[in-house]
């Protein structure tokens, strides 16, 4: 990278382009993106951070008194190594724990947990949860997957249930486009707070959620925010706060479905025509089955919200086109699905036929959720067939590696939990985002090897045996894309790996060769080969639906941005 010669890349955060001043990279965004994330300046000192990982290391008490059980994993210390030394020592213990070309498939992976929450890179090649499943499933033949994610299982798995597909519900539609044009309310229980959209899975190139809300204010939308943290609404637009005690969203829903129904407010033609079950719902809301109406003043005492603001909040719902919201915050709680349903049910008790009006779910939690969704595929590594069938919900880790063989229920079905001897972890840290860390900490004490990939000292890597240090997304080319995103971005390596950090794909490929697994693995491709057979996939779906093509350039990978303007009907 030359002194000033721009190269484009992107993140989490946004995209942004950098060039080099006196030795230094200076990053730039996106000149399309209206509200670029202040987020993006913090990648530059994380590139030496003293918490980076230069060389390989393999833990004291492991080396020496050989995988099992430990408590000194988070404790102990550790011996640096070569890369040979440690990829061999790394081999043999997946050889002994039934890696290589799986043969007869007896076990397929069911000893093993392939953990991954994918927020390591936005790049779609160099995507650490995509390329540790991937080497399970060539090495094992399968592994144990974990399924939802802390931010939204609980709303998804109720709405899966009751709607149907929760994705479409969390993801797709175009609400932005509906806020600023058509929409007159918006009641966000959670809030809809600005700092939370700087981020999406894969990128997002455009951040319109400041900008919009402040154009629909100017139209004469008005906005309720439904939340005790008075900055979850971070904007300056027509907003009412209401700030119910924690935990208690669902009881000022019922207050206001109480009084729709009181003052004849219900569509009864929507309920009728696209539910089922509004007698049950009606007798509770009625006092019918508890001898307890959920009035408005009922609701007060349990969510602090004037009886008066519930009542008046409900009617202007009733006459306007209303939007209801609900963040993924709401449901990372004990009973976490409940105010997901029943805001669900209130909007559902006020129509949704007009344009503008209906229900999203996480709308205001990240980024790309309510944008139109690509009518292309991404360019994603494929991950193989998990063989094993085996998985936990995602925040069951501890519960997995505590109670082998122990029953658990979960959407409607009774499973076993494994018996798990290795973890293999890539591009994640659950000791950031788990709930009880004590517990996780006995639990990863549990297995007979546990081993990392990172690019940080995280608390994960402290209990690993065996930790690989893996490069940061600026330290390698890639492909950034997401699903609600319009850009498909190249992302240039903008500066050499840190000490003798590796890609995650290069790591995999070197222990593929030590199992014998390494055709299936790497099917023969560079890094770049592949980056070129993903995007060709994507480039060929757009030349067939009209859009714009993307040649490649093999001097540099790719030395330019190009633009995707093929959507999908938000039918």
């Known amino acids: 990278m030359t002194e000033n010669s721009p190269r484009y890349h992107s993140s989490h955060w946004g995209a942004f382009s950098a060039t080099r001043e006196d030795g230094q990279l200076v990053i730039q965004p996106f000149d399309k993106d209206p ?7 913090n990648m530059i000192s994380a590139l030496n951070h003293p918490a980076r990982l230069s060389r390989p290391l393999v833990r004291r008490g492991w080396l020496t008194d050989g995988p099992g059980p430990d408590g000194r994993r988070g404790s102990d210390d550790y011996i640096e190594m070569d890369w040979d030394k440690a990829l061999d020592i790394a081999a043999a213990e997946l050889k002994r724990l039934g890696g290589g070309i799986p043969d007869d498939g007896a076990t397929l992976g069911r000893h093993v947990f392939g953990g991954s929450y994918g927020w390591s890179s936005a790049g779609r090649f160099h995507h650490a949860q995509s390329q540790v499943h991937r080497f399970l499933n060539m090495a094992f033949g399968g592994y144990v997957a974990a399924v939802d994610t802390y931010s939204s299982a609980a709303g998804s798995v109720i709405l899966d249930t009751v709607a149907g597909n929760s994705t479409r519900i969390s993801r797709e539609g175009n609400w932005w486009q509906h806020i600023r044009d058509t929409t007159e309310l918006v009641i966000a229980f959670g809030g809809m707070p600005v700092r939370n959209l700087s981020v999406s899975p894969g990128g997002s190139s455009q951040h319109i959620a400041r900008d919009t809300i402040r154009m629909a204010a100017a139209r004469g939308c008005h906005f309720a925010s439904v939340s005790p943290l008075r900055d979850d609404f971070n904007t300056d637009a027509n907003v009412t706060r209401y700030a119910p005690r924690p935990g208690t969203d669902v009881a000022m829903m019922l207050g206001m479905a109480h009084h729709l129904e009181a003052m004849g407010l219900v569509d009864h033609d929507y309920i009728s025509k696209y539910t089922r079950g509004w ?18 003043e009922w609701a007060e005492t349990i969510c602090g919200v004037p009886a008066a603001q519930i009542r008046a909040l409900a009617e202007e719902a009733a006459h306007k086109r209303t939007l209801v919201t609900v963040s993924y915050s709401l449901q990372r709680a004990e009973n976490g699905e409940q105010p997901v349903w029943m805001a669900l049910v209130l909007s559902a008790m006020l129509g949704g036929t007009q344009a503008g009006a209906g229900f999203s779910y996480a709308l205001g939690s990240m980024g790309n959720h309510g944008k139109p969704q690509l009518a292309v595929p991404l360019p994603t590594l494929p991950q193989g067939r998990n063989g094993s069938g085996d998985f936990i919900p995602v925040a069951r880790i501890s519960d997995l590696l505590l109670n082998p063989g122990a029953q658990y229920s979960y959407r409607g079905t009774t499973r076993r939990y494994g018996d798990i001897k290795l973890v293999y972890w890539a591009g994640g840290n659950p000791f950031h985002h788990h709930q009880d860390l004590s517990r996780l900490q ?11 990939h990172e690019s940080m000292c995280t608390a994960t890597a402290c209990h690993a045996d065996i930790i690989f240090p893996a490069t940061m997304t600026v330290e390698r080319e890639d492909i950034g894309a997401s699903a609600g995103d319009p850009f498909l971005m190249p992302m240039q390596k903008l500066t050499e790996p840190y000490g003798e950090a590796r890609d995650d794909y290069a790591i995999f490929c070197d222990l593929a060769e030590r199992l014998g697994c390494a055709d299936s693995y790497s099917e ?31 001097a540099s990978w790719p030395a330019h941005r190009w633009r995707c303007r093929c959507r999908m009907s938000p039918a």
């Open 35 to 41: 509200d670029p994330s202040p987020i993006l300046q």
């Open 442 to 452: 006995q639990a990863f004490s549990r297995p007979d090897t546990i081993i990392v």
């Open 279 to 296: 007698e049950a719902l009606n007798a509770y809301l009625q006092g019918h089955t508890d001898r307890q109406p959920k009035t408005a």
């Open 524 to 554: 023969g491709r560079s890094a770049r080969d592949w980056l070129k057979h993903l995007y060709g996939r994507t480039e060929t779906a757009m030349r067939q639906r009209g859009g714009t093509r993307c040649r490649i350039s093999t």
